[in-house]
């Protein structure tokens, strides 16, 4: 089946072609003749089936067909930067050879650009939260012509707590329009916001509730927590690895945990939302052009990350909410490819891990944790201590009564032993093999 039948109008049907698709995927199918024929939508899909396509193609037709005012006549709502810069730049691709005017416009760079990019006149808005209400202030942007409505990544938008912005915005908009939901999970949130925002919609839903892309390998390494690290640098250097994003759950962990791999040898970044727009930006086009071999990244920050072909998908740490960890995996298999994520679990997230099997319904393959070199910790010297008198004499007495002093140890956690026989290796530090076989 190609994109032919779907009744897209013929410039658009051209900028598919040039951008290589040939064959709409399951989602694209259901949901543009639905959008074409003006009714709204209810679409659960994961990240990466092409649901950006199933939206901004029958929108990008409509705004074709209407006539153009200064202001948006259709907005779409994401619920990070990096994902409305990633529809906004799928929009002006797919409209290369329409005069459709796009904009976009998030927090964390100058707001004066967009205000005067408003002013000059836009069709298709795309927009985070914050900043769009930020706009609507300042009364830089008038949303009362807006007929097309699409909230992309709905789950995430209230996992963040957007749903106040949300009704927010909706008060804005005019009665009279056209609405589209995308969610990658159907929670009972969710199911109340389509209740409330959708009028008789159609329902497409490509994947069961919650599944995850078929195609992903996973695997889960039972380790601990402090021989994470070392587990992880040696899977991305005996494997070859070249592309690797890494899932940590908080920013100040994804600044330790990229340092740690930059200082294991590994070409390494953080991207979490501490970090500048620009900083992000260059973090990511870095990481997509091979410069950089492993991302480090929180579940919000990835959130929308468009990143074709991704090998593999590293859960560091597992995720508290179970549905992220079928967002994070999401990253990789992506439109039908192969990929591989794995989880390296410590002991106390046994029951995170309980919870995601209970999600998926059913048990993660437990793979034999090779044996890897675990480095030395480099602390900083402790300060000097003033020397005792001269006239004492014997042994000083030391806390913990041992009698002697020791470098620092490396805890097994019951899952890894020392190796016998083994030299520290390259990386320094001594080796560890799994003690489950």
């Given at each position: 089946?190609?994109?032919?039948?779907?009744?897209?109008?013929?410039?658009?049907?051209?900028?598919?072609?040039?951008?290589?698709?040939?064959?709409?995927?399951?989602?694209?199918?259901?949901?543009?003749?639905?959008?074409?024929?003006?009714?709204?939508?209810?679409?659960?899909?994961?990240?990466?089936?092409?649901?950006?396509?199933?939206?901004?193609?029958?929108?990008?037709?409509?705004?074709?067909?209407?006539?153009?005012?200064?202001?948006?006549?259709?907005?779409?709502?994401?619920?990070?930067?990096?994902?409305?810069?990633?529809?906004?730049?799928?929009?002006?691709?797919?409209?290369?050879?329409?005069?459709?005017?796009?904009?976009?416009?998030?927090?964390?760079?100058?707001?004066?650009?967009?205000?005067?990019?408003?002013?000059?006149?836009?069709?298709?808005?795309?927009?985070?939260?914050?900043?769009?209400?930020?706009?609507?202030?300042?009364?830089?942007?008038?949303?009362?012509?807006?007929?097309?409505?699409?909230?992309?990544?709905?789950?995430?938008?209230?996992?963040?707590?957007?749903?106040?912005?949300?009704?927010?915005?909706?008060?804005?908009?005019?009665?009279?329009?056209?609405?589209?939901?995308?969610?990658?999970?159907?929670?009972?949130?969710?199911?109340?916001?389509?209740?409330?925002?959708?009028?008789?919609?159609?329902?497409?839903?490509?994947?069961?509730?919650?599944?995850?892309?078929?195609?992903?390998?996973?695997?889960?390494?039972?380790?601990?927590?402090?021989?994470?690290?070392?587990?992880?640098?040696?899977?991305?250097?005996?494997?070859?690895?070249?592309?690797?994003?890494?899932?940590?759950?908080?920013?100040?962990?994804?600044?330790?945990?990229?340092?740690?791999?930059?200082?294991?040898?590994?070409?390494?970044?953080?991207?979490?939302?501490?970090?500048?727009?620009?900083?992000?930006?260059?973090?990511?086009?870095?990481?997509?052009?091979?410069?950089?071999?492993?991302?480090?990244?929180?579940?919000v920050a990835a959130r929308g990350l468009d990143i074709k072909e991704l090998p593999f998908v590293v859960n560091y740490e597992l995720p508290n909410v179970p549905e992220d960890y079928v967002h994070r995996i999401g990253r990789t298999a992506r439109a039908g490819g192969a990929g591989c994520a794995i989880a390296?679990?410590?002991?106390?997230?046994?029951?995170?891990?309980?919870?995601?099997?209970?999600?998926?319904?059913?048990?993660?393959?437990?793979?034999?944790?090779?044996?890897?070199?675990?480095?030395?910790?480099?602390?900083?010297?402790?300060?000097?201590?003033?020397?005792?008198?001269?006239?004492?004499?014997?042994?000083?007495?030391?806390?913990?009564g041992s009698g002697h002093s020791s470098g620092p140890r490396h805890q097994s956690g019951g899952h890894a032993r020392p190796s016998s026989g083994r030299g520290s290796g390259s990386h320094g530090g001594r080796r560890f093999s799994s003690s489950r076989g």
């Amino acid at each position: 089946m190609s994109f032919s039948i779907l009744g897209l109008a013929p410039e658009l049907s051209r900028a598919v072609a040039e951008q290589g698709y040939e064959t709409p995927t399951p989602i694209q199918m259901k949901a543009i003749p639905a959008v074409i024929a003006g009714r709204d939508v209810l679409a659960g899909a994961q990240t990466g089936t092409g649901k950006t396509a199933a939206f901004v193609l029958p929108v990008l037709q409509a705004l074709a067909q209407g006539s153009a005012g200064r202001a948006p006549r259709a907005l779409v709502l994401t619920p990070t930067r990096e994902l409305a810069a990633q529809v906004a730049e799928s929009a002006r691709q797919y409209g290369r050879h329409l005069e459709t005017r796009i904009c976009v416009v998030f927090g964390g760079v100058s707001i004066n650009p967009q205000i005067d990019a408003l002013r000059a006149g836009c069709d298709l808005l795309v927009a985070t939260p914050g900043r769009l209400l930020d706009l609507a202030g300042q009364r830089a942007v008038d949303l009362r012509e807006v007929r097309h409505f699409i909230l992309d990544e709905a789950d995430r938008m209230l996992d963040m707590g957007f749903i106040h912005a949300i009704r927010r915005v909706l008060k804005l908009l005019p009665d009279r329009r056209q609405n589209l939901m995308f969610s990658a999970t159907y929670s009972d949130d969710i199911r109340d916001l389509a209740t409330r925002l959708l009028r008789d919609p159609v329902t497409v839903e490509v994947a069961p509730r919650n599944a995850t892309a078929d195609r992903v390998d996973q695997r889960v390494y039972r380790v601990p927590k402090e021989h994470k690290r070392h587990l992880l640098a040696h899977l991305i250097r005996d494997g070859g690895w070249h592309q690797v994003l890494v899932f940590t759950r908080t920013k100040h962990g994804a600044n330790r945990l990229a340092e740690q791999l930059a200082g294991a040898g590994i070409s390494t970044a953080a991207i979490h939302g501490n970090k500048s727009q620009n900083a992000r930006v260059r973090a990511l086009e870095e990481f997509k052009t091979g410069k950089t071999t492993a991302l480090v990244a929180t579940e919000v920050a990835a959130r929308g990350l468009d990143i074709k072909e991704l090998p593999f998908v590293v859960n560091y740490e597992l995720p508290n909410v179970p549905e992220d960890y079928v967002h994070r995996i999401g990253r990789t298999a992506r439109a039908g490819g192969a990929g591989c994520a794995i989880a390296l679990v410590a002991p106390d997230e046994s029951g995170l891990l309980k919870d995601i099997e209970r999600l998926l319904r059913r048990s993660l393959p437990l793979a034999a944790t090779p044996e890897f070199p675990v480095a030395a910790e480099q602390r900083p010297a402790p300060p000097a201590r003033p020397s005792p008198p001269k006239h004492q004499s014997g042994p000083r007495h030391h806390p913990g009564g041992s009698g002697h002093s020791s470098g620092p140890r490396h805890q097994s956690g019951g899952h890894a032993r020392p190796s016998s026989g083994r030299g520290s290796g390259s990386h320094g530090g001594r080796r560890f093999s799994s003690s489950r076989g």
